[in-house]
């Protein structure tokens, strides 16, 4: 069984979708083994978009992150990282498909409602980075 980092991005709460993509996940088959209501500071967002944050947009990325607390979730399931960016869409929500999560509730390529890990390696980091010791059941 594999686990993956959810987070539902500012936008997602901001517009009450974190029942409808919620139901989604849980529709695919996968169980919620953590979750937790946090608000980001900018050095776990750093750490989080160490790959971006050197770059000129990184402050607005900063910026949207730390606008209102987010929920972040560990996800379980067969294939949980890969099924689960299926179930998204491409980054960019402009580009997504109706019927994704971010084609039906994104708007752009920051505001797309949800992070989701992009590799096993990566969801184990990303999920040791918002999730304590004993926080996910299961693990």
């Known amino acids: 069984m594999e686990k993956t980092l959810i987070i539902f991005k500012p936008d997602c709460l901001e517009k009450g979708h974190v029942g409808n993509v919620l139901e989604r996940f849980e529709k695919a088959g996968f169980s919620i083994v ?3 209501m946090v608000q980001l500071t900018p050095e776990v967002l750093r750490e989080h ?8 947009f990184y ?3 900063e910026k949207f992150m730390s606008s209102r607390p987010v929920i ?11 099924k689960v960016r299926i179930l998204l869409g491409p980054t960019d929500s402009r580009k997504a498909a109706k019927g994704t999560i971010r084609g039906d509730f994104g708007t752009e390529m920051m505001r797309n409602v949800v992070h989701a890990s992009d590799s096993n390696d990566n969801a184990k980091v990303e999920l040791a980075r918002f999730f304590a010791p004993g926080e996910i059941l299961g693990a």
Request: net charge neutral; with cysteine.
């Open 59 to 61: 402050p607005e990325i």
């Open 34 to 36: 953590g979750c937790k």
């Open 72 to 82: 972040v979730m560990a996800l379980q399931g067969h294939h949980v990282v890969s």
């Open 49 to 56: 978009y160490a790959h971006v944050a050197s770059l000129p």
